[in-house]
Structure formats: C-alpha cells, structure tokens
C-alpha cells in the first residue's frame, strides 16, 4: 500500500516537473520572439528647420489711455432740469448734456440789460454835456463807471447760465449717465465720463539700454488678449525725456488709429516697438518643441544608425529665442535644414522608426489669421 502511494507522488512529481519544463520553454521562446519583433514605424510630419530674417522688435507691456479724457462735472451748484444725453452715444464739441436750473438767472438778465441800455444813454449824454463844460469830468467818469458795472453785470449772469448749462468740452463717447432728473448738483459732482476714442494712445515702458534705439516714428504692433488673432499698427509718438529713478526704465507713448472703438481706455495690451535692423534666425514650428521642466527640445529625423534601413528620431535639446506667429525662433542646438518633426511631439521617443508622411501637415504661417467659423 505505502509503495504504491509512493509512486503517486513520484509520478504527480514527473508530472509536474513537465509541465514546468515546458511552460519554461514557451516563454523563453516568447522572449526571444520579442526581442526579435520589430514595431512598424508610426508616420509623422516633419519640416525643414529654416532661416529666415525677422524684424528686430522690442517688447512691452502697455495699458491704453483716451488722447482726451475728462469726467464731466458740475461748475456751480444747482437743480438738473433737463438730461439731453444718452449713454454710451457718441457726441460732438458743444453739444448739450444737462440744464441747470437758471430760472433766478434768466430772471435777472432783462433788468440788467434795462440797466446798460440806461446808463448807456445816460452815457450819450453827459458826453455832449462835458464837451459844453455843464458837468465836470468827476461826473463824466462816473458815467462811464456805471455803464461798465452794468455791462460787468449782464456779463456774469450770461456766464452762470451759460456754466449752468453744461456742454461737451470735445467730441467723443459718452460713458455711464451719472446723474438723475431733479437731482441737485454741487461743485464737482460728476455727471458723465467723455472719452476720445479714435485715435488713442498706448503707454508702455522700456530699459533704459534701448534709449538709444528709440526714437519718434518708429513703428508699434499692439496686441491684445480681447482681440485674439488682431494686430493693431501705431507709431511713437513721444519719448519721455526723464528716466524714472527707482525702475530705471524710459516711458514711451505710442499713437495707434482705433476707428472701430475696439480699444478702449485701460486695457492691457502687448506692445512691440519695430526696429530698422533685422536679424537671421532658425525658425521652425512652435508645435515642434517638447517642452519640458528639465529643457526644451525636438525631435529630429534621421537615417537609422543601426543599420535597419528608413528614418529614426534623434531627440535634441534646444534653446529657445521669440515667438511669432506660428514658428518660433532657436537660438542653439539646431542647423538650418535639419527636418525635424512638425506636430504630435508628445507622444514620441528618442530612436523611434518613423516614417514621414506630410498628407495632412497643418500650413505654418508667420501672420495666421484664425477662421470664423
């Protein structure tokens, strides 16, 4: 009984031992097999690194201001009986924004023009009577004192009505109404903002260093986040003649055409200042660079080395220079006519077969203009 249950167990052993043998077997055969395998090369796009001469420009950061801005205020001190305004319209220089109440005014001018019409033909008179010698020069001065005093006083209440009726001061655009019908104003109480519009100025800041490549004329390229794919052209207008202290930098002013209204007071904007001297750069894609914390790089396309026959990716580390448009600039680690790869970077390796197929390449323009549909 014991031999026999002995050799159970030494048969369930054999057993099993060849079954091991022979799962050992099919996966060193797998392994080598895998060694073995080649993946097909994946297609890629690619490009050739170009050079290519862009215009030297000095970026900033600038905010708008109105050529003319002021905050319509009240002059003197009375009732709103008329609002002839709309917000937001745009109004031309002389036209009517608010009535004051000048009822005390317009009250007293006829008795005061009564008054220069009296003392003016008083006036006529004593003239004759002092050429006859029957009134002294006392009373002919006097005379004349009174008239202009009268004249002084249909003066003053034309210029209270006229303060009191409040008018815009150039044309414009017209901000949010800041008064209501009835309202009783002080001196100084705002009653709408005005500002000009078109053209409008872009203040900005540069190093000192580049004072000396500044000068009125040059050309300025406004950008802004509220108008994505939007280039605004202007020109220097003004070159602060005092350099601020603390920050040693120069402040610029820029005059850009704004016919559509689109840029208004107080907006961030991008500036670049155009300047005559264009320099040569190696320009690829933007969408060509890997970007990483540890360093920029491309990947560029090249025979195997190892002797497989077609194309393999060498992944380069790079410097990076300005961006334009859709390519961007490397100032080291790559040759003018190198072919890198154009687009998908993210998803390749250092030694990849690749294959290139450019059927469906995207067009890399230095000026793109987004669609609308």
Known sequence: ?????????????????????????????????????????????????????????????????????????????????????????????????????????????????????????????????????????????????????????????RAVIAKKTVRAPFDGRLGVRQVNLGQTLREGDPIVTLQSLDPIYVNFTLPQQELSRLRVGLPVRVTSDALPGTAIDGRITTVNPLVDAETRNVQVQATVANPTETLRPGMFVNTAVGLPVRKKVVAIPATSVLYAPFGDSVFVVEDDKKGKGGKALRQQFVRLGERRGDFIAVTDGLKEGETIVSTGVFKLRNGQPVVVDNKLAPEFRLAPKPTTD
Do not use: C, N
Not at 7 to 25: C, E, N, Q, R, S
Not at 109 to 128: F, I, M
Not at 133 to 154: E, F, P
């Open 1 to 157: 009984m014991k031999k026999r249950i002995l050799f159970a167990v030494l048969g369930l052993l054999v057993v099993i031992a060849a079954l091991a043998g022979v799962k050992i077997l099919q996966i060193r055969r797998m392994v080598e097999h895998g060694k073995k395998a080649v993946l097909p090369p994946d297609a890629v796009t690619a490009v050739a690194a170009r050079s290519d001469s862009w215009e030297t420009s000095l970026p900033a950061v600038g905010s708008l201001t109105a050529v003319q801005g002021v905050t319509v205020a009240a002059e003197l001190p009375a009732k709103v009986v008329e609002i002839a305004f709309e917000p937001g319209r745009k109004v031309k220089r002389g036209d009517l924004l608010i009535h004051q109440d000048t009822s005390v005014e317009e009250a007293q001018l006829p008795g005061a023009e009564a008054q220069v019409a009296l003392t003016e033909s008083v006036l006529a008179r004593d003239v004759e009577m002092l050429k006859e010698k029957i009134i002294s020069q006392a009373d002919y001065d006097a005379a004349v004192a009174g008239h202009r005093q009268a004249i002084a006083q249909v003066e003053t209440l």
